[in-house]
């Protein structure tokens, strides 16, 4: 009677290359864990970003910001641009030195709804904007307040509690934070801003824009039609991450063309071109101006540059009626 054959086993090598296709699958896994990690920390960050303007389109007319009656500007008597900033006027900071071709503005402090009277008066020597403390009531419509700060329970089972300041105002963390303009939808450079006047609202969302830091909050840049050209990066920063999906950026030179309004524009997509640190983009809304500029990425035809604002992440633009003052407004 015939005996089978003796059953080979696994050997070493099998083994061994068994191990390494293993550690090799096992590493492309890992490997997708930080950039999933990065995509879903982004994906939280426009979403907050977009419920972030949608409220600011609603903010900015419960705030007032869309009753003349109810905005002190700086010049006084105002102009066809205002930008309403929180952060850069709580620390004195202008307006239309950020925003070329636009005034500052703020809700007077007489009330959120003030009749067509004059501010508070200010102290003997101070400009409007130093005696003027509305940035606190700006601020509620400025900063978000989705991501509340809490303590830990008593006890181990015991749920979060709320943090509350001195006054009993829950403490969050304001990471997103957001800007207003009111422009005027028709001829430049006319009259101020006034009641019955179509024009074009737009917020502007930030992420973790620094609400403490007085300095340069945006960067110069030159649009020749497909490409963005910076002269130079700020500390810390990459071209990448300036220059990314919903990223925003002012253009002072729309208020040479008619329809002033468009003068906000929101990147889509940006793609680097590591020869000359170019950046090609397309936009979500209308692109900024063509400006001839040189391989420095200087602006060499006489036109204002862009500036591209840090940290800037979603934008939400809305045509609306100014409002007047009635039993409403009192």
Known sequence: MAT????????LMEVLIAIGILAVGLTSVVSLVPAGQSQAARAVILDRAAATVANGLHDAATY????PDSIATDPVGGGPVIVFDPVRQHFGG???????????????????????????????????????????VMQLAAQGRDDILVSAGAGPDD?????????GVRLFNGRMTC?????????????????????????????????????????EAAFDGSALRL??????????EIVRPGVVIYDPNKIL???????????QMGSIDSSDGSVYVT?????PTINDVNRDGVVDNGMLPLRILLDSVGMAEQVVVLEGSGPYSK
């Open 179 to 219: 800007i207003f303009s009111v422009a005027r939808a028709d001829n430049q450079l006319t009259t101020a801003l006034a009641a019955g006047d179509v024009a074009k609202l737009t917020v502007i969302a930030f992420h973790n824009r620094d609400t403490t830091d007085t300095g340069t909050r945006w960067v």
């Open 257 to 267: 063309a008619t329809n002033q309004y468009m003068r906000w524009s929101q990147v």
């Open 231 to 240: 002269a130079t990066l700020p500390d810390g920063r990459t071209l990448k």
């Open 64 to 67: 007032g910001m869309l009753r």
């Open 4 to 11: 089978s054959a003796a059953r080979r086993g696994i050997t």
């Open 283 to 287: 936009f979500a809304s209308p692109a």
């Open 159 to 167: 749920p979060p509690v709320n943090r509350f300041d001195d006054n």
């Open 94 to 136: 202008l307006a239309d030195l950020d925003f070329p071709n636009a005034v500052r503005a703020w809700v007077k402090p007489s009330g959120v709804y003030s009749q067509a009277s004059s501010p508070n008066a200010y102290p003997a020597g101070m400009q409007a904007w130093q005696g003027n403390q509305s940035w606190q």
